[in-house]
């Protein structure tokens, strides 16, 4: 399942006549189509120059969280750390915001652009423990494609 959706993002990446934010919005789109535990797909970015993630595009339900401070929740918490935060069971989480009652588990890729985190991929999972070393190789693959968008 991977190794075609490798595939197919590159080619997004590289499509010509759409912007950035509609390449990230089909990728979004055909993560959450394609990978079944795959229930919330979206990216955040930081917000200028402030001490915060503002929401991008996304798929699946909308959330309240268009804004996250640096530090607070995972996504927060990803965008000081540099590293990837995997979250099997949310409910063992303090600093976590919770977007939805049905979300399990959830991870949290940065995206790097020259070295420099300017975002990060977020997925929720409905299901609980989804998420595997794989998950994080292909997130990590999609991200450095996505980064030569910017
Ligand atoms: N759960 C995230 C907030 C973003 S939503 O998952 C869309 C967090 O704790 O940072």
């Not at 190794?3 to 590289?14: A, D, E, G, H």
């Not at 309240?64 to 640096?70: L, M, N, S, V």
């Not at 590293?83 to 940065?110: G, L, R, W």
Request: with cysteine; glycine share 6%.
């Amino acid at each position: 399942m991977f190794s075609q959706l490798k595939l197919k993002i590159s080619s997004i990446v590289r499509e010509t006549g759409k912007d950035t934010d509609e390449k990230l919005q089909s990728i979004c789109e055909l993560l959450k189509e394609t990978v079944p535990y795959y229930d919330w797909v979206g990216f955040y970015f930081r917000n200028g120059d402030k001490e915060e993630l503002k929401l991008g595009p996304y798929a699946g339900a909308p959330t309240d969280h268009t804004i996250i401070p640096f530090g607070k929740g995972i996504c927060g918490q990803v965008a000081v750390s540099n590293q990837n935060f995997v979250v099997p069971d949310v409910t063992a989480q303090d600093n976590y915001i919770a977007c939805s009652i049905t979300v399990k588990a959830e991870i949290v890729v940065p995206l790097f652009v020259n070295d420099k985190n300017i975002g990060q991929i977020d997925i929720d999972s409905n299901t609980p423990d989804p998420f595997s070393a794989e998950d994080e190789r292909f997130l990590e693959y999609i991200n450095r494609e996505v980064a030569q968008l910017f």
